[in-house]
């Protein structure tokens, strides 16, 4: 069972584009992967072509029942082939943007409401599209991740972001246990510009080994999540290119899940 949290507190630096990346990545290779949408803004079902919402993760998150969110899940619209597993998604509503207020008001399960409701769901990977905030629904999806990733853009701004979520997650995993491990720093949407590279550089000296590898800028993403597609179903210049750099991005994902399991001698 492995759970990744896809986030950052600033907005904007495409957590919802690395969150499709990984799953298309996943469902290439043929693996049972998830998607858990807590944003409110529901970008992630969009982009896995799920509309026309019956029920959501704010039914889940509103009911405290173990596996509550077996309900909620559907299939996603991307399809075979080129796909080898065709992803499922607990989809996102804009009614998710009250839930918070609601979580607020219970004393005792306000943090762990998520994990309660994913008891009992099956998958070789969930990722957990985050909101751009620390409130209750992103403390929900830590509550609930083994993992979680970074994701950050090369800029004065979105590297001040990285310190505070770094900070916020050594808060969590001191309450968990040292959990969720952190995977570590995804550069997304890193461009050809000086001032990109030098603040990309300033993230490596920074960070060091928590930098994962980087996702270049380009069109064909933004693209696909706007066509509802995987990016490996488009063809057009780039979508080839991000691909594969998405790709390493999995793999090294991987790597490192692999190693903390084999540190901490869980099976």
């Given at each position: 069972?492995?759970?990744?949290?896809?986030?950052?507190?600033?907005?904007?630096?495409?957590?919802?584009?690395?969150?499709?990346?990984?799953?298309?990545?996943?469902?290439?290779?043929g693996a049972?992967?998830?998607?858990?949408?807590?944003?409110?803004?529901?970008?992630?079902?969009?982009?896995?072509?799920?509309?026309?919402?019956?029920?959501s993760?704010?039914?889940?998150?509103?009911?405290?029942?173990p596996?509550?969110?077996?309900?909620?899940?559907?299939?996603?619209?991307?399809?075979?082939?080129?796909?080898?597993?065709?992803?499922?998604v607990?989809?996102?509503?804009?009614?998710?943007?009250?839930?918070?207020?609601?979580?607020?008001?219970?004393?005792?399960?306000?943090?762990?409401?998520?994990?309660?409701?994913?008891?009992?769901?099956?998958?070789?990977?969930t990722?957990?599209?985050?909101?751009?905030?620390l409130?209750?629904?992103?403390?929900?999806?830590?509550?609930?991740?083994?993992?979680?990733?970074?994701?950050?853009?090369?800029?004065?701004?979105?590297?001040?972001?990285?310190?505070?979520?770094?900070?916020?997650?050594?808060?969590?995993?001191?309450?968990?246990?040292?959990?969720?491990?952190?995977?570590?720093?995804?550069?997304?949407?890193?461009?050809?510009?000086?001032?990109?590279?030098?603040?990309?550089?300033?993230?490596?000296?920074?960070?060091?080994?928590?930098?994962?590898?980087?996702?270049?800028?380009?069109?064909a993403?933004?693209?696909?999540a706007?066509?509802?597609?995987?990016?490996?179903?488009?063809?057009?210049?780039?979508?080839?290119?991000?691909?594969?750099?998405?790709?390493?991005?999995?793999?090294?994902?991987?790597?490192?899940?692999?190693?903390?399991?084999?540190?901490?001698?869980?099976?």
């Amino acid at each position: 069972m492995t759970r990744v949290a896809i986030v950052n507190q600033k907005g904007g630096v495409g957590k919802t584009t690395i969150t499709l990346g990984l799953a298309a990545t996943a469902a290439m290779r043929g693996a049972r992967v998830m998607v858990v949408d807590l944003d409110p803004q529901a970008n992630a079902t969009s982009g896995l072509g799920v509309s026309g919402v019956v029920r959501s993760v704010d039914d889940a998150l509103a009911s405290p029942q173990p596996g509550s969110i077996a309900q909620s899940i559907v299939y996603s619209a991307w399809e075979r082939p080129p796909l080898r597993s065709i992803p499922r998604v607990a989809p996102s509503s804009p009614l998710m943007a009250q839930r918070e207020m609601q979580l607020a008001t219970d004393p005792v399960g306000a943090q762990d409401r998520l994990a309660s409701a994913l008891v009992g769901t099956e998958a070789d990977l969930t990722l957990i599209d985050c909101p751009p905030s620390l409130g209750l629904l992103t403390i929900n999806a830590l509550f609930a991740a083994t993992h979680t990733m970074i994701v950050t853009e090369p800029g004065a701004w979105a590297s001040d972001g990285v310190d505070q979520i770094l900070a916020n997650l050594e808060r969590v995993a001191a309450r968990r246990n040292g959990l969720p491990e952190l995977l570590g720093i995804a550069v997304n949407r890193l461009g050809r510009t000086r001032d990109a590279q030098y603040w990309h550089n300033e993230l490596l000296a920074t960070h060091g080994d928590d930098i994962l590898p980087a996702v270049h800028q380009r069109a064909a993403l933004t693209e696909a999540a706007a066509q509802s597609l995987p990016i490996h179903a488009l063809t057009r210049p780039g979508a080839e290119e991000a691909s594969a750099e998405l790709a390493t991005l999995y793999d090294a994902m991987w790597d490192r899940i692999s190693t903390a399991t084999a540190i901490s001698g869980v099976a």
